[in-house]
Nanobody, 124 residues
Framework: QVQLVESGGGLVQAGASLRLSCAAS??????MGWFRQAPGKEREFVAA????????RYADSVKGRFTISRVNAKSTVYLQMNGLKPEDTAVYYC???????????????????WGQGTQVTVSS
């Protein structure tokens, strides 16, 4: 069993930066991902990171602006978000994929454990 707790969301102006954190407890050496869901929209993939942090994958919409990282000694995954845009407004969720050690999945169905989410609001 894995428990995930996100933090770091907030209200910022366009162009600002935020860093989200996802603290994990329990068995934590899994592939991790960040997803987001805006009102009335499907949950969408943002970024994923391999178990040792050496591999990453990003949605095209955030590539070059967001960076996913992890510190396994702290059981924490981060999402550094720079150059925020109003269209980045959403609830951001972290998720863990215990089912495979290699694939950086981009679909929510591929992740078993989820946090409760943290709200990010970007004003124009």
């Amino acid at each position: 069993q894995v428990q995930l707790v996100e933090s770091g969301g907030g209200l910022v102006q366009a162009g600002a930066s935020l860093r989200l954190s996802c603290a994990a407890s329990g068995r934590t050496l899994y592939i991790m991902g960040w997803f987001r869901q805006a009102p009335g929209k499907e949950r969408e993939f943002v970024a994923a990171i391999s178990r040792n942090g050496g591999g990453t994958r990003y949605a095209d919409s955030v590539k070059g602006r967001f960076t996913i990282s992890r510190v396994n000694a702290k059981s924490t995954v981060y999402l550094q978000m720079n150059g925020l845009k109003p269209e980045d407004t959403a609830v951001y969720y972290c998720a863990a994929d215990p089912s495979n050690p290699i694939l950086l999945r981009t679909t929510a169905a591929g992740y078993l454990y989820w946090g409760q989410g943290t709200q990010v609001t970007v004003s124009s």
